[in-house]
């Protein structure tokens, strides 16, 4: 069964903290993706990534950067944890080229406090 | 500005009666549209998909119909079950064949099946 797993599903940290979220997935796509999903706002992109060592900004790539340093795994860093970045991130993948919905992992429900 | 649509934030139902959820979209580029279910704690799925050269797509209870002039979807569950309780996404992807294959999201409808 193809999969995008996700490091942790649930994560506390302290505000100021540097934090990581790992996303591996296991279908040899081309492009991942870092979302965070919020009460009335939806999924917005954070970053996302065609191939390895490339990244790009999403929508809201403030206080976050990313890592791609190999195909399969896809890392989300809060570089100083602050209490608005408590939320739902999702990780994605997909593959390249025509028509090709994402596979979305189970999620990490972050809260800082 | 938003170019994917869900203007009703939630919708409520009854237990065997169809649900109708509602998406528009702005760029006439977009012609590949999937819609996504989410439960809380959990990834979105996906659900079901059209692209721009068919009207409806069928998969068991979920239909989806698409309005190419009126730059309009919608999704109908026929009939709803209680499991159907959750956020639905509609997304939207242009016309291309290239890396740059980034869905565009609405911002969810949740849906509630009463039994």
């Known amino acids: 069964d193809v999969k995008v797993t996700q490091s942790s599903r649930y994560l506390v940290k302290r505000t100021g903290e540097k934090v990581f979220l790992e996303c591996v997935q296991d279908?040899?796509?081309?492009?991942m993706f870092w979302y965070r999903q919020d009460p009335g706002l939806g999924l917005r992109l954070i970053y996302f990534?065609?191939?390895?060592?490339?990244?790009e900004k999403g929508d809201i790539p403030e206080g976050y950067s990313v890592s791609r340093e190999k195909k399969e795994r896809f890392s989300l860093i809060l570089e100083s944890a602050s209490t608005n970045q408590t939320s739902m991130y999702l990780c994605?993948?997909?593959?390249?080229?025509?028509?090709?919905?994402?596979?979305f992992g189970s999620g990490t429900r972050l809260t800082v406090v | 500005d938003q170019q994917v649509k869900q203007n009703s934030p939630s919708l409520s139902v009854q237990e065997g009666r169809i649900s109708i959820l509602n998406c528009d979209y702005t760029?006439?580029?977009?012609?590949?549209f999937l819609w996504y279910k989410k439960y809380p704690a959990e990834g979105p799925t996906f659900l079901i998909s059209?692209?721009?050269?068919?009207d409806k797509n069928e998969d068991g209870r979920f239909t989806v119909f698409l309005n190419k002039s009126a730059k309009h979807l919608s999704l109908h569950i026929v009939p709803s079950q209680p499991g159907d309780s959750a956020v639905y996404f509609c997304?939207?992807?242009?016309?291309?064949?290239?890396?740059?294959?980034?869905?565009?999201f609405g911002k969810g409808i949740t849906l509630s099946v009463r039994p």
């Open positions: 990534s065609y191939d390895v060592k490339m990244k």
């Open positions: 059209i692209s721009s050269i068919k």
């Open positions: 997304a939207a992807s242009p016309t291309h064949t290239g890396a740059n294959s980034k869905l565009t």
């Open positions: 279908m040899d796509h081309e492009n």
């Open positions: 760029n006439s580029m977009f012609d590949y």
């Open positions: 994605a993948s997909s593959r390249t080229g025509g028509y090709y919905g994402y596979t």
